[in-house]
């Protein structure tokens, strides 16, 4: 069975510090991962992606994959009010998606001014 | 673009009615995805489509649910008869494969059901 796991949260961090979230998963067979933004009664946004072991950086975003350790994670660099949010991570077999994303429950981030 | 269309956004009905969820994609996408999140349970992946073919429905709950896809820009999500248990935000979602690895999924607006 596919699973991920997240910290419900919530996880506050002072406004310029570093929001670090963590997500684990079972399925060995994951080859994909995605981290989705939710914001209170919207609908996810996706904020990255990765699929290869290490770390990808967007903007003040970077994602870390450990494919050994079954492990995802997002940094947010200099965090504000505004990344608020509750964040998803969702991990993929083959095909990057095409076959369902499985989805954790989510951290709530609060970003204290 | 107009993204991914959901109606209704809200919908409050009576348990034993029959509720009908609705999705336009985006032009071009050839999955379809529709998902059901609750605070208890998350985000589910109830059934997909792929060039209108439904590919996997082992998500769905109970008979009482059943999905369509008619066109490549169409789908409708049916529950009847509906029970409190139903009630829960819905979202659709469509992709593009290959681009799906890289660009995710794009969600609609979500219908948030009420039966009481």
New interface residues.
């Given amino acids: 069975q596919k699973e991920v796991e997240q910290n419900s949260g919530p996880l506050s961090v002072p406004e310029g510090a570093i929001a670090s979230l963590n997500c684990t998963y079972s399925d060995r067979g994951s080859q994909s991962f995605f981290w989705y933004r939710q914001y209170s009664g919207k609908s996810p946004e996706l904020i990255m992606s990765i699929y290869s072991n290490g770390d990808k950086e967007d903007g003040r975003f970077t994602a870390q994959l450990n494919k050994a350790s079954q492990y995802v994670s997002l940094l947010i660099r200099d965090s504000q009010p505004s990344d608020s949010a509750t964040y998803l991570c969702a991990g993929a077999l083959e095909g990057g998606g095409a076959d369902g994303l499985t989805f954790g429950k989510g951290t709530h981030l609060i970003i204290q001014p | 673009d107009a993204g991914v269309i959901q109606s209704p956004r809200h919908e409050v009905t009576e348990m034993g009615q029959e509720v009908t969820l609705r999705c336009k994609p985006i032009s071009g996408h050839d999955?379809l995805?529709w998902?059901r999140q609750t605070m208890m349970?998350?985000?589910e992946?109830l059934i997909?489509f792929?060039n209108n073919v439904p590919?996997?429905d082992s998500g769905m709950p109970e008979d009482r649910f059943s999905a369509k896809m008619p066109n490549a820009s169409f789908s409708t999500l049916k529950i009847q008869p509906s029970e409190p248990r139903d009630s829960a935000v819905y979202?659709c979602a469509s992709?593009s494969?290959?681009g799906?690895?890289?660009?995710?999924?794009?969600?609609?607006?979500?219908t948030r059901l009420t039966v009481v």
């Fill in positions: 999955y995805f998902y349970r998350g985000l992946l997909y792929n590919i996997d979202f992709s494969y290959p799906t690895a890289r660009y995710g999924y794009t969600f609609g607006s979500g």
